[in-house]
């Protein structure tokens, strides 16, 4: 059985481990802790929870990261 083609809908879901293997930045100590802080920091919005797995949605971290940087602009 061959794998089906991802949607462009379908949003790419990382574990906090997989990211670090992807993308350079956050280290998974600074992944974690936004991860522990969610609700504070507004991080809530990238992750999805399913059980006790923590998946991080890539392109809201990056929508994240640019509401980030236009909050520190101001």
Do not use: Y
Not at 12 to 38: E, I, M, N, Q, S
Not at 43 to 59: K, N, P, Q, T, W
């Amino acid at each position: 059985m061959e794998p089906q083609a991802q949607s462009p809908n379908t949003p790419r879901l990382f574990t906090v481990a997989d990211w670090c293997k992807t993308h350079p930045w956050p280290p998974v100590g600074g992944l974690r802790h936004l991860v522990f802080h969610a609700d504070k920091n507004g991080f809530a919005s990238c992750i999805r929870r399913c059980g006790r797995r923590v998946l991080i949605d890539e392109a809201a971290f990056f929508q994240w990261v640019d509401s980030q940087n236009a909050v520190a602009a101001q």
